[in-house]
């Protein structure tokens, strides 16, 4: 049964930095591109990051750009999301997916499984 969780949020203030995790089981990760989308109260799932299986395509979104990275060691089945330089507006629920279609790895149709997310709060 392919599983998906995600760790590593918190409350944190504005300015300082978080590491997200999103430990996969069940499929095949090396063979995967993954991603991170956020979704804050009141508004639509939003496109954070995407990384493809070996780690050679990566995008970000333009708001996350500079303060945002996104890692994956296929060997631990496990994808990151580094977060510095955090603002207010960072403030979601962050999930992590698979990406199970050759589209646009900025669309969430492009992914077919997702986490249950992790909270993320920065205040100012």
């Known amino acids: 049964q392919l599983q998906l969780v995600e760790s590593g949020g918190g409350l944190v203030q504005a300015g300082d930095s978080l590491t997200l995790s999103c430990a996969a089981s069940g499929l095949p990760f090396s063979t995967h591109g993954m991603g991170w989308f956020r979704q804050a109260p009141g508004k639509e799932r939003e496109f954070v990051a995407a990384i493809s299986s070996t780690s050679l395509n990566i995008e970000y979104a333009d708001s996350v750009k500079g303060r945002f990275t996104i890692s994956r060691e296929n060997a631990k089945n496990t994808m990151y999301l580094q977060m510095n330089s955090l603002k207010p507006e960072d403030t979601a629920v962050y999930y992590c997916?698979?990406?199970?279609?050759?589209?646009?790895?900025?669309?969430?149709?492009?992914?077919?499984?997702w986490g249950q997310g992790t909270q993320v709060t920065v205040s100012s």
């Open positions: 997916a698979v990406k199970i279609s050759p589209y646009s790895r900025t669309e969430a149709l492009s992914y077919g499984y």
